[in-house]
């Protein structure tokens, strides 16, 4: 380990490894540790007795789960946008080819107490219980115009000016009623607050279209997602494979590594059992790094949810999201819902997970959880995380640290991937340019 | 014939040195290098076998086994394993044997395995006295364990085509089951060719 390289990476989880597999493609020399034996850190995905470990230790598995090898449970649980950005960088850095994924069978929202399928075509919008007729023709008219909508083209703007009109005026703009703005500031755009509404309505139209740019990117998809076999604790180990073909070094299972400092506090390097390995500056995830450097911007409770049965009121589907709107749960920002099954090889057989997750509000985060976990029906088994997720306050240029962000309660990966794209720029003084690789594809 | 090539996945084994990348090279490549440098960059190569209705996705280990550590991702779905050890060195047999344990305890039923003493070359020439592990004592682990074993030389490709279409005949034929589920979704490659085709309807 006595060596020296351009940039040791603390912690393996899915940042980590993105970071670690772009900057080994770039040609530097990356050392990699984690302190845990696994792959994956805070976004790894555990076999049973790798759950209870962390959340129960000392006691066991109920043998009715199962064998523990068949299980991959997500502890970020979170769908891939399948136009968004973490499938660009996945393409255009072939890592594509160590993965299988499957379409997420649905998006649903909630609106009054029940739960809607998001519609995903022309056909389920006219079918849907959303909104009443009219609603759906007014509904429709604002789409095309997003759909048509090109920042390039002011023949496609309608006179309207969407860098300054916030997005509450667009919806005004179009007659679109209260109910259908929450589902599709929520369900569709993805926001997770209604901070949006006083906002310049272009990101919103961008994220509508990204939205239904995913949906029609596959074949057969009925919803904007995908989701990878055996977990999304395959994204890092792909990445990390990737690093490693590229001359990446990996070091797990290191629980007494630090990140050493020079005299000016600048970092130099890791220290694990006794030796150094040098280099010139450290990339990592907060928990490796002093609690200074960093600060915590929010809490998520999350629920992993072990099941028998798909969750009601989904058509049987077996992965599924539910995004219960701030308003309809009169909360200050979204819950959301998440389930996969072991046809996604992350249970045992006959076995379903649900997720639930949400940015803590209260005292009593648990309960907070409780309008989400009565949708699930009965449930086998249960486990509740509460995590502080931390955000870097340091100044890089100074200690040579550069640290990611926690995962937030997001439900897809978009700003998980622009905290590394952020970080790559900052390290490399280059963007990463992923259009090269999309164009010589079509 | 036509459209029964399938897919399966082999991974290698065998301690830094043992002539991992050297066998894939001469096997997929028919090349040997001297000076074959530690695996960077091709560690993902396919070999097509259209008379056995194979194609191989051959994985090499990309250096991650150096300090013990492969993700579970390396393994998985893997229908094949080389496990290689050089024959003028005892560690490396010794560590061979331990990564036979390690895909044992994985316990994928039906993964093939084979054992390869590489560089035989350097045990055949002269009086052989640069072999430090005999042909005999390999046989014997093979067989108590239920692997394959041949003696190979990337340098002079004894033995290596044999290796590779004896584990190739070994392997079940059925695709693997998780390949059976259904509405995956290929991405890269074809995947815009794939996309676009509703681009039209939205809502
Ligand atoms: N004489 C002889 N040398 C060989 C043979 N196979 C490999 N070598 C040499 O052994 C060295 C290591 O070979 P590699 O193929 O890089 O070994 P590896 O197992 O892939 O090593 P890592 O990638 O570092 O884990 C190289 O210098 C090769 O030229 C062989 O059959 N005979
Ligand atoms: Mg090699």
């Not at chain 1, 860098?163 to 179009?174: F, G, N, V």
């Amino acid at each position: 380990m006595d060596e020296s390289y351009d940039v040791c990476v603390c912690g393996t989880g899915l940042k980590e490894c993105i970071l670690s597999g772009l900057l080994s493609v770039a040609g530097m020399k990356v050392l990699h540790l984690d302190r845990n034996g696994y792959y994956g850190g805070e976004s790894a995905s555990l076999s049973l007795s790798q759950l209870y470990e962390k959340f129960r230790p000392g006691s066991a598995p109920s043998e009715t789960l199962g064998a523990s090898r068949d299980w991959n449970v997500d502890l970020v649980p979170k769908f891939m946008m399948a136009n968004g950005l973490l499938v660009k960088v996945l393409v255009h850095t072939e890592v594509t080819r160590y993965l299988e994924f499957k379409a997420v069978d649905g998006s649903y929202v909630l609106q009054k107490g029940k739960v809607h399928k998001v519609p995903a075509n022309d056909m389920e919008a006219l079918r849907s219980g959303l909104m009443g007729l009219f609603e759906k023709r007014r509904m429709r008219n604002y789409l095309l115009y997003v759909m048509d909508y090109n920042e390039k083209d002011p023949k496609t703007w309608k006179g309207m000016d969407l860098t300054r009109m916030p997005m509450s005026e667009l919806y005004k703009y179009w007659g679109v009623a209260e109910d259908t703005i929450d589902f599709l500031g929520h369900a569709v755009a993805l926001h997770s607050s209604d901070n949006y509404l006083a906002q310049p309505a272009l990101a919103t139209v961008k994220k509508t279209k990204l939205y239904y740019e995913s949906v029609v990117r596959f074949e057969e998809t009925n919803s904007p997602y995908i989701y990878p076999l055996y977990g999304l604790g395959e994204l890092p180990q792909a990445f990390a494979r990737l690093s490693a073909v590229y001359g990446g070094t990996y070091m797990l299972n290191q629980p007494g590594m630090t990140v050493a400092y020079d005299a000016s506090g600048k970092a130099c390097g890791v220290t694990s059992e006794g030796s150094t390995a040098a280099c010139k500056f450290v990339v990592g995830d907060p928990s490796y790094f002093a609690p200074e450097k960093t600060r915590v911007s929010h809490k998520v409770v999350r629920a992993i949810c072990f099941m028998n049965h798909p969750i009601p009121n989904t058509g049987d589907s077996h992965s599924v999201q539910i995004i219960m709107p701030q308003r309809q749960t009169g909360r200050k920002s979204d819950m959301y819902v998440f389930c996969c099954s072991y046809a996604h090889n992350v249970a045992s057989k006959g076995k379903f997970i649900a997720f639930v997750c949400a940015t803590v509000e209260t005292d009593d985060p648990v309960a907070e959880l409780r309008p989400a976990l009565a949708l699930l029906g009965p449930v086998e088994e249960q486990f509740f995380d509460i995590s502080e997720v931390r955000e870097p306050v340091n100044d890089p240029s100074a200690d040579g640290c550069f640290i990611t962000k926690g995962y937030d309660a997001t439900t897809h990966f978009e700003s998980t991937v622009v905290d590394c794209l952020e970080l790559y720029k900052k390290i490399t003084g280059k963007e990463l340019d992923l259009t090269e690789k999309e164009l010589t594809q079509q | 014939m036509e459209g029964t090539i399938v897919n399966k996945k082999l991974v290698l084994l065998g301690d830094m040195g043992a002539g991992k990348s050297s066998l894939v090279q001469r096997f997929v490549k028919g090349n040997f290098e001297d000076y074959q440098e530690s695996t960077i960059g091709a560690a993902f190569l396919t070999k097509t076998m259209p008379e056995l209705g194979l194609k191989l996705e051959i994985w090499d280990t990309a250096g991650q086994e150096r300090y013990h550590s492969l993700a579970p991702m390396y393994y998985r779905g893997a229908a094949a394993a080389v496990i290689v050890y050089d024959v003028t060195s005892p560690e490396s047999f010794a560590r061979a044997k331990s990564w036979v344990r390690e895909l044992m305890r994985q316990g994928n039923q039906d993964l093939v395995m084979a054992l390869a003493g590489n560089k035989a070359d350097l045990a055949a020439g002269g009086d052989g006295s640069e072999r430090k592990v005999s042909a005999e004592e390999s046989q014997a682990y093979a067989d108590e364990n239920g692997l394959l074993f041949l003696e190979t030389s990337a340098k002079t490709a004894q033995n290596v085509n044999e290796l590779f279409t004896a584990l190739a005949k070994k392997m079940p034929r059925a695709p693997p089951p998780q390949q059976q589920a259904a509405n995956t979704v290929q991405l890269g490659g074809n995947a815009s060719a794939q996309g676009r085709k509703r681009a039209s309807g939205c809502c």
